[in-house]
């Protein structure tokens, strides 16, 4: 199920029912290491996590991939997909978390691409962005993890030893503005990232530790 609407209202929203150090609590207490692979964010979001006091524990680093010889050669994206579902696709935004965690040596990877302006971009309409979530299968299986609800999967079943799936946002530009269109898509993709990963986190059954304050 995708998630619709203003790009700013979306990015507002997220931040206000999202904690960052809540996230980094959360992987830290239960031994989840996490790793970004960043196409149109192009840093953001690694960023945004990276300002949580005690994130060097979980984070151990991110890809900017914003050019297709990267994502085929750093994240090991099919070069075959990306030919056929260009860059902006569910199942590469996937691929990019997966090869990201998988390079990184990570538990859990995610992913943002999209089309941030001020143009449509191989058929994909300003404000079109898939995050890409991927879990070692057998961490999601000791921790009782699942992909969220609204999330598409892409390979639940464990037989190629991840958990994987992807979450579109449908973001309408919220000014014509190109500098501040951009900045606001761009934001709205990092909180949904956020928002995807502690969803991811929350799907524990009841009577696994809280987070440690």
Not at 107 to 125: R, Y
């Amino acid at each position: 199920m995708p998630v619709e609407g203003d790009a700013e209202n979306v990015a507002e929203h997220a931040e206000r029912t999202t904690d960052p150090v809540e996230i980094v609590q959360r992987c830290a207490h239960r031994g989840i290491t996490l790793v970004t692979a960043e196409s149109l964010t192009a840093g953001s979001l690694a960023a945004r996590i990276a300002d949580v006091p005690g994130a060097s524990a979980v984070l151990l680093g991110g890809v900017v991939a914003y050019c297709n010889e990267v994502k085929q050669n750093q994240l090991s994206v099919s070069p075959e997909l990306l030919e056929e579902k260009g860059a902006v696709d569910p199942v590469v935004a996937a691929s990019m978390a997966q090869g990201a965690a998988e390079h990184l040596g990570a538990d859990l990877g995610i992913a943002t691409t999209g089309v941030a302006g001020p143009a449509p971009h191989q058929g994909k309409d300003v404000g079109t962005v898939y995050l890409g979530l991927a879990c070692r299968g057998e961490v999601a299986e000791r921790l009782s993890l699942s992909l969220p609800e609204h999330a598409e999967p892409h390979s639940d079943d464990g037989t190629q030893g991840w958990l994987t799936g992807s979450l579109l946002l449908d973001l309408s530009p919220s000014t014509e503005d190109v500098d501040n269109m951009r900045a606001a898509i761009r934001q709205a993709s990092v909180e949904g990232a956020l928002k995807l990963i502690e969803d991811f986190l929350l799907t524990e059954p009841a009577g696994l530790p809280e987070a440690v304050e």
